[in-house]
């Protein structure tokens, strides 16, 4: 089982940057793939990046591509974050953010896809002024 909280939401200009957490509770979370998701109003949730359980593997979608990096820190102790850095923020960027486990994938494409993750947190708002 693992919990999931995200911080680090806000309003921000375009051209800004913003930090978004997600703390994992769980003694397993070192085994899991994590990502970042995203939707907007009206809109299918969408992939923003991946993380293998190692850290030795991201992936991104191409709107993120060089102005986002997903990284994670598998902490010995019951709580481990996964971070996402959002620089040279857009209004198109706006959305609410969800970090997700994901501990069956093993492949890019199949990576991307939201139904693969099996826990999520509540997410949480960024909003990107013009």
């Known amino acids: 089982q693992v919990q999931l909280v995200e911080s680090g939401g806000g309003l921000v200009q375009a051209g800004g940057s913003l930090k978004l957490s997600c703390a994992a509770s769980g003694r397993t979370f070192s085994s899991y793939n994590m990502g970042w998701f995203r939707q907007a109003p009206g809109k299918e949730r969408e992939f923003v990046a991946r993380i293998s359980s190692t850290g030795g593997t991201t992936y991104y979608a191409d709107s993120v591509k060089g102005r986002f990096t997903i990284s994670r820190d598998n902490a010995k102790n019951t709580v481990s974050l996964l971070s996402l850095q959002m620089n040279s923020l857009k209004p198109e960027d706006t959305a609410v953010y969800y970090c997700?486990?994901?501990?069956?994938?093993?492949?890019?494409?199949?990576?991307?896809?939201?139904?693969?993750?099996?826990?999520w947190g509540q997410g949480t708002q960024v909003t990107v002024s013009s």
């Open positions: 997700a486990a994901d501990r069956f994938s093993r492949y890019e494409l199949e990576s991307r896809e939201a139904i693969r993750y099996q826990y």
